[in-house]
């Protein structure tokens, strides 16, 4: 029985690690002086990795160049409330690293270094972002601290049960924002009734004040 419940216990985490802890890879299409940007949901304290490779159009070919020599990428990064954690200009192709420090939405920009703004040239960009313990290399970290299989395992599922834990945290982080809307817009809407209850009575009791005085002037009273 008490397998069985380790069994259940082990596939849960790792479902749970498979739909929170994220790789998002992709390509798209940029001009040479074009900002592209992406905003990534990111729990507190949690390490984030993009990888990139920039490739610059080459029209005699109709392809893309595998290397564009003097052609960088500027990664500019702001947290929830609009702090810049990172503006760095990096080689044409490499990866990028941050902490985030407060949970919500991060927005991750990208664009060229490059200042032809006549050019047109079309460039590539391959970009990919791992989230939480995807973006640490373990092979790098078992080598440093000389540790055995069966401890870089272990440390792994660690840091996997802690970034689950900070997902959970940001969900409830998540909720309790949108209640405190909730909660909010109901009190707006409560008051603005109220109010336009009270306008009415006071239009009502006006119309009567001046329909009064009216008769009143005609001796119809």
């Known amino acids: 029985m008490e397998a069985i419940i380790r069994l259940i216990l082990g596939l849960s985490l790792f479902l749970l ?8 890879g992709l390509y798209f299409h940029i001009g040479e002086t074009e900002r592209k940007c992406f905003i990534e949901e990111i729990p507190d304290e949690t390490m984030v990795t993009g990888n990139y490779k920039l490739q ?10 595998p290397s564009s020599p003097g052609l960088g ?3 500019e990064i702001r947290d929830p409330d609009d702090k810049v954690l990172l503006s760095r200009v990096y080689s044409s192709e490499g990866r990028f690293t941050f902490t985030s420090h407060t949970p919500g939405e991060h927005v991750i920009c990208l664009y060229s270094n490059s200042t032809k703004w006549f050019s047109g040239s079309q ?32 440390r792994q599922l660690l840091d996997q049960v802690e970034q689950i834990t900070k997902e959970q945290n940001y969900q409830r982080y998540r909720e309790e924002r949108f209640r405190q809307t909730s909660d909010s ?15 009415l009575l006071g ?17 119809l009273v």
Not at 56 to 65: Q, W
Not at 185 to 199: A, K
Not at 206 to 213: A, E, F, G, P, V
């Open 17 to 24: 690690v498979n739909v929170f802890g994220g790789v998002d």
């Open 56 to 65: 610059l159009y080459d029209p005699r070919t109709g392809g893309f160049m």
């Open 73 to 75: 990428m500027h990664v």
């Open 123 to 154: 460039l590539r960009v391959h970009f990919d972002i791992q989230v939480g313990e995807h973006a640490v290399d373990y092979a790098s970290v078992a080598q440093k601290e000389k540790l055995t299989e069966l401890q870089l395992r272990v």
């Open 185 to 199: 817009t109901n009190q707006r809407v409560l008051w603005w009734s109220v109010g336009q209850v009270v306008i």
């Open 203 to 219: 239009m009502g009791f006006w119309q009567m004040r001046h329909l009064k005085s009216f008769f009143e002037a005609k001796k």
